[in-house]
């Protein structure tokens, strides 16, 4: 005997059911099969979501300690300076800031560095272009999809070809 959808009673007509009523049926199990596939899919990000907040919690716990650790680091070397060359403290603790000051500059040069040689988008505006070009009508798709491993990423032949009109 067949189910009534969700109730997981049995239908008191027996196998003599329509085809709509069995089409119906199967649209009705289908439909609540997606409901609670979302419903599980919800509270499987919930739960993901929450692991994250701590996680990033930690983190960020991590990281104020870790500042104070540096500052307080920067000090104990200052006083070591201080200490094992009779400099003044003034000396000393200009030394260390100095010290920061130069690591900042070396971060921040390689940081440019790596800005200046990124390439954008290259490979993902050739393909849309491409493909509001064939949406359009106005090239014809290509007819292998490895054309972007041409060298530099360039069309080939049959694919900007103007599509007949």
């Not at 959808?5 to 008191?12: K, M, R, V």
């Not at 899919?41 to 701590?54: F, N, S």
């Not at 990124?118 to 798709?141: D, F, K, M, V, Y």
Request: glycine share 10%.
């Amino acid at each position: 005997m067949v189910d009534k959808p969700g109730t997981g009673e049995p239908d008191a007509a027996g196998t003599d059911r329509s085809i709509g009523a069995l089409v119906s049926d199967a649209t009705d199990n289908l439909s609540r099969l997606v409901r609670l596939e979302i419903q599980l899919a919800k509270l499987e990000a919930k739960a993901d979501a929450a692991r994250i907040g701590k996680g990033v919690a930690g983190f960020a716990v991590v990281a104020v300690l870790a500042h104070i650790f540096v500052i307080l680091l920067s000090v104990t070397i200052a006083f070591a300076l201080y200490e094992l060359f009779a400099l003044p403290a003034w000396a000393c603790l200009g030394i260390v800031t100095l010290f920061y000051l130069l690591l900042a500059v070396v971060f921040g040069l390689y940081g440019l560095v790596n800005f200046r040689k990124r390439q954008g988008l290259q490979r993902t505006a050739l393909t849309t272009s491409r493909l509001a070009g064939i949406l359009r009508g106005e090239i014809r798709p290509p007819r292998t999809g490895d054309d972007l491993d041409t060298a530099g990423g360039a069309d080939t032949a049959g694919a900007t070809a103007a599509a007949p009109r």
